[in-house]
């Protein structure tokens, strides 16, 4: 049947709601699914559940196990601020190690090891960390503060036989100043 008026409704049309006039209209409005609370709340929880396992797979163990093959040397974090610590740790077969920060290589002196060159952020001021020492039981875990304004540094870790150091390993540490 066809209306007169659009404007009018047709008498024989039942209303959509009919006690409209008697209920508010945030009583009369229905909102779509995903706006009710326990929705939201079960998206919320899988966003936070999906969120927590992909920083868990991302976020490795520290300090490392020990391993006793190819010798290894890693920082617990890649960006370091001046001033603060600077956690490593060094893996491998025993032997006699030497570890430095900032340092192009080291030579032995009197049985110490000294750094010979420095990265050219490190201006001259290449540190040894840990003097010639055994590495028993496959590891060694060590820390030191963060010496160095914003750059890329290297931690390397020396093999010490007698008088030379050669390098077998190495790690980048970034400093944020």
């Known amino acids: 049947m066809l209306r007169d008026d659009p404007r009018r409704p047709a008498d024989d049309e039942p209303s959509e709601q009919p006690d409209a006039a008697e209920q508010p209209i945030w009583?009369?409005?229905?909102?779509?699914i995903w706006y009710q609370p326990r929705v939201l709340l079960a998206v919320l929880i899988v966003v936070?559940?999906?969120?927590?396992?992909?920083?868990?797979?991302?976020?490795?163990?520290?300090?490392?196990?020990?391993?006793?093959?190819?010798?290894?040397?890693?920082?617990?974090?890649?960006?370091?601020?001046?001033?603060?610590?600077?956690?490593?740790?060094?893996?491998?077969?025993?032997?006699?190690?030497?570890?430095?920060?900032?340092?192009?290589?080291?030579?032995?002196?009197?049985?110490?090891?000294?750094?010979?060159?420095?990265e050219s952020m490190a201006a001259g001021k290449a540190i040894v960390v840990r003097q010639p020492a055994t590495l028993s039981g496959c590891r060694y875990v060590g820390h030191f503060t963060m010496p160095f304004p914003t750059g890329e540094?290297?931690?390397?870790l020396f093999r010490v036989d007698g008088s030379t150091a050669n390098q077998v390993a190495s790690a980048r540490v970034d400093s944020d100043g």
């Open 153 to 156: 540094y290297h931690l390397r």
């Open 27 to 32: 009583q009369r409005h229905k909102p779509p």
């Open 48 to 118: 936070v559940f999906v969120g927590a396992v992909a920083l868990a797979a991302r976020h490795g163990t520290w300090p490392p196990k020990a391993q006793c093959g190819t010798p290894k040397i890693t920082g617990s974090v890649g960006h370091v601020k001046k001033g603060n610590p600077v956690y490593w740790a060094a893996t491998g077969r025993a032997g006699t190690y030497a570890v430095t920060f900032g340092a192009t290589s080291a030579r032995v002196v009197g049985g110490k090891v000294e750094p010979v060159g420095s």
